[in-house]
C-alpha cells in the first residue's frame, strides 16, 4: 500500500527545484498533490506528466488575499511551505531594500500566508502535516547574506511558534533544512547570470531536489506519535555554509 494513498497535499513554489521534486515523491507515494506556484505554465507541465492525482494552481504566496481564497477552502492532510528565494550578494549597506522586500515579503509573508490559510481546516479536524523549508541559512550567517539568512532564522522562529501555538491539536510541525541544493536557486540570485550560478556548485557534489524530498515524504511517513521536527541536511562536500571542501577540476 502506497504510504499516503488518499492524501490531500499542498506544494507551494512547484514549478521547479525541490517543490517540483517533492509534487513527483508524494505522487509517487500515492498522494493527490496541488502544485501551485506563479509561473503556471511550469506547473501545468508537471501536473501533465504526473497524472490525475495533480493540479495545477497559479499562486503568489505573498498575496494573503489570494492564498485565503485559493487555498483556505481545501482540506489539505499535508501543506509544504516551499517557496522562497534569494536575490543577489551585496552587502546590507549596498544592496537594494526593493530586494530585501520581495524576499521578505516571499520568504516570511508567504509562508505565514499559506499556514493561516490551512490550518484552520487541520485544526477542525485534529490531524495534519505542516513541512517548513528553512536552510542552514537559517542556523549560520555568512558574507552577503545576512538578509536571506534572517529570513530562515524567520522560518525556524515560525517553525518554534507553531509547535506551541498548535500544541495538543493534533497537527505535526516540521522544519527541512538544507545546506546547497543543485536547484535554480542561484540562477535566480545572480540574477539569470549562467557564470556565476554554475560556480556556486563546482568542484563538489552538492544535494539533489529529490533528497530533499526523500527526506520530506520519510518525515510525513512516521507514526502518528512520532513528530520528527527539525531535520538539517549537508551534502558531505559541505561542512558549514561557509567551509566547503572543492575538488579541483580539469582544464581540459
Known sequence: MQ?????????????????????????????????????IERVRALAAELGPRA????????????????????????????????LGTDRIDQANPADWSEVIDTNIKGLLHTVRAVTPKMVE??????VLLGSVAGRQVYPGGGVYCATKFAVRALYEGLRLDLAGKGLRIATVDP???????????????QERAAKVYQGLTPLAPADVADAIVWIVTRPAH?????????PTDQASVSVVHRRETSRG
Open 125 to 130: 479536524r485534529g490531524r495534519g502535516d505542516l
Open 3 to 39: 504510504a499516503l494513498s488518499g492524501k490531500l497535499c499542498l506544494v507551494t513554489g512547484a514549478s521547479a527545484g525541490i517543490g517540483a521534486a517533492t509534487a513527483r515523491a508524494l505522487i509517487a507515494a500515492g498522494a493527490q498533490v496541488v502544485l501551485a506556484a506563479r509561473r
Open 179 to 193: 545546506g546547497m541544493v543543485h536547484t535554480e536557486f542561484s540562477l535566480v540570485r545572480m540574477r539569470g547570470d
Open 226 to 234: 512520532i513528530n520528527v521536527g527539525e531535520l538539517v541536511l549537508w
Open 55 to 86: 493540479q495545477a494552481l497559479e499562486l503568489d504566496v505573498r498575496d494573503y488575499d489570494a492564498c485565503s481564497k485559493l487555498l483556505g477552502s481545501q482540506a489539505f492532510d499535508l501543506a509544504v511551505a516551499n517557496a522562497g528565494m534569494a
